[in-house]
């Protein structure tokens, strides 16, 4: 079948072509042995009704994090994702189909391509599911091409339900690896991302409060050009969860002959949970923190939250000052040691002091760093990120002019400075000018309008920040390794080696002091009684 035809002498060059397009991707041997499962032996190809099987979400009941979106607009549509993919990419000229339309289906979808034509494609797919779902979308086309030109405009609940779905396909991909049958599907809350893209892309009047909107009653038009560019710049993996998926599905068909399992992703239920609302590092923000970069780091993120992965909340959290104490000594006593990337993440409050402003005006915001803390006078660092995370979410990378990424320095002991550096920690700026600036306390964070900071690119790190200085009260620090068990192993062995000689230094050895004749105490005693007495020099 697939696997064979491609050594036959009557090959035609555009087989050739798509064959190798397909091996760039190492899809290939994965894409012969699915035909192979898929296809009619008589026919020699693949029924349609069969390949809408193999891409049929593997969800049950959806959990979300917060319940913005009704019964009957996203959890519906998920049903017509598989027929979707299948009409867009995978169209036989005649009956099933044949191995080259397979194979031509596959690249299209997923082959290498830019950027900007992996986001086409999965408006593509998010235009024709939502228009088998009977709902309706503003987008257009100018051509079937993958570079073509979009139009038209989304609303905020077009861009939650496109968040959604992508988050469906990322989970269904790995818990394919877990679970045969149907599984539960956590949606994540994503209204910091939504309320990015609005920002971004729409004009947001002044009367807009961002900390108590509901982004399902906002009616602002996001042109399709402007969606594009902010989703470049701000989740450019965002079509991972895409590209991904069509792959991992076809891979559940080689593994496993039985393609007839689930055949539908209609959920039985709908709830919703807070099983790690303490965190401010929820479900929804650690996704948003993954997208904006593709590294290790990403994956190490979402291990937290993602299926089937053993690392939990509790074994990546390193310092959560609610729960360690407050203080630059707490907080160096729980991440000494650790030599890895670290994200911190600062909530403070911004508002007036009065009793009900102050959970309308709490943010919080972010740093990334590639490498431990450590005890310097000075900046260090060789890259990091800074984040807005809530409530409107942006990512602010190194800008390439100044590597001021990180300062850490706690109080010298026994050493006397005339001219003592600032103890704290601290992001991007200058020393006594930073931007983002926590006192060694973790009372007040102090952070500073982006023309101070010539590190991270510019940008507000929270909404209506000014060009003032603002000196928030600080309501919680969390910092989470994201350097995999083996940072973990090292700093533990750390600790342990320090606890050692702390207790060593501790001990006194009584042995040494037991005998009269020969301790210090005699031998002064000796001297002043008789200081001029010959005795005998050991040698």
């Known amino acids: 079948m697939g696997a064979s035809s491609s050594t036959q002498q009557n090959v035609s060059s555009?087989?050739?072509?798509?064959?190798?397009?397909?091996?760039?991707?190492?899809?290939?041997?994965?894409?012969?042995?699915?035909?192979?499962?898929?296809?009619?032996?008589q026919t020699n190809a693949i029924p349609i009704q069969s390949l809408q099987q193999c891409f049929s979400l593997n969800c049950k009941n959806l959990i979300w994090e917060a319940v913005p979106m009704k019964a009957d607009s996203f959890p519906g549509s998920l049903d017509h994702v598989a027929p979707a993919i299948v009409d867009l990419f995978f169209v036989p000229e005649k009956g099933?189909?044949?191995?080259?339309e397979f194979v031509r289906g596959y690249v299209k979808c997923c082959g290498r391509m830019l950027s900007s034509m992996l986001f086409n494609t999965l408006l593509r797919v998010f235009v024709a599911t939502v228009s088998r779902a009977g709902l309706t979308s503003k987008l257009e086309f100018e051509s079937d091409e993958p570079d073509c030109k979009i139009t038209g405009s989304l609303l905020p609940v077009d861009v939650l339900m496109i968040l959604c779905m992508c988050w469906t396909l990322a989970w269904d991909a790995r818990s394919l690896s877990i679970s045969k049958g149907n599984a539960d599907v956590c949606l994540p809350d994503v209204s910091d991302l939504v309320l990015s893209a609005v920002v971004s892309c729409s004009e947001v009047g002044s009367d807009l409060n961002l900390w108590d909107c509901n982004i399902l009653d906002l009616e602002a038009q996001l042109p399709a050009g402007k969606f594009l560019s902010w989703a470049l710049t701000t989740v450019p993996t965002l079509t991972d969860c895409f590209t991904q998926f069509v792959p991992a599905r076809l891979q559940n068909c080689v593994a496993s002959k039985d393609v007839s399992g689930p055949s539908t992703s209609s959920p039985g239920e709908i709830s919703s949970t807070t099983a790690h609302d303490?965190?401010?590092?929820?479900?929804?923000r650690a996704w948003a923190i993954s997208l904006t970069f593709r590294s290790s780091l990403s994956e190490e993120i979402m291990k937290i939250y993602c299926p089937g992965e053993n690392d939990?909340?509790?074994?990546?959290?390193?310092?959560?000052?609610?729960?360690?104490?407050?203080?630059?000594?707490?907080?160096?006593?729980?991440?000494?040691?650790?030599?890895?990337?670290?994200?911190?993440?600062?909530?403070?409050?911004?508002g007036d002091g009065h009793e009900g402003d102050?959970?309308?005006r709490k943010w919080i915001i972010g740093a990334l760093t590639q490498q431990g803390f450590e005890?310097?006078?000075?900046?260090?660092?060789?890259?990091?990120t800074l984040y807005a995370i809530s409530p409107v979410f942006h990512a602010f990378s190194a800008s390439g002019k100044e590597k001021n990424f990180v300062y850490s320095h706690l109080h010298p002991t026994g050493v006397y400075e005339r001219h003592p550096k600032p103890v704290g920690i601290a992001f991007g700026g200058t020393l006594g000018n930073e931007r983002i600036l926590i006192d060694e306390d973790f009372a007040t964070v102090t952070v500073r309008h982006h023309a101070a900071d010539k590190t991270y690119l510019p940008g507000?790190?929270?909404?209506?920040?000014?060009?003032?200085?603002?000196?928030a009260p600080i309501l919680e620090v969390e910092v989470w390794g994201l350097g995999g068990k083996t940072a973990r192993k090292t700093q533990t062995s750390y600790k342990k080696r320090e606890e050692l000689f702390t207790e060593q230094r501790r001990k006194v050895d009584l042995k040494t002091f037991s005998n009269w004749e020969d301790s210090p105490e005699n031998m002064m005693m000796d001297m002043i009684s008789n200081p001029n007495s010959v005795r005998r020099e050991d040698r």
């Not at 303490?278 to 929804?284: E, H, P, R």
């Not at 990546?316 to 609610?322: A, D, L, M, P």
């Not at 005890?375 to 990091?384: L, P, R």
């Open 96 to 100: 099933g189909l044949s191995w080259v």
């Open 14 to 41: 555009e087989q050739k072509t798509l064959e190798n397009l397909a091996a760039s991707t190492g899809a290939l041997p994965t894409l012969q042995s699915a035909f192979s499962n898929l296809a009619d032996p």
């Open 375 to 384: 005890n310097k006078d000075d900046f260090y660092g060789s890259s990091g």
């Open 460 to 471: 507000s790190l929270f909404p209506h920040q000014g060009f003032l200085t603002v000196e």
């Open 278 to 284: 303490t965190y401010l590092l929820s479900c929804g």
């Open 358 to 360: 102050t959970s309308v």
């Open 312 to 350: 939990g909340p509790e074994e990546k959290v390193i310092y959560r000052s609610s729960l360690h104490g407050r203080g630059l000594n707490r907080f160096w006593s729980n991440v000494e040691g650790y030599h890895g990337p670290l994200l911190i993440l600062i909530s403070a409050n911004s």
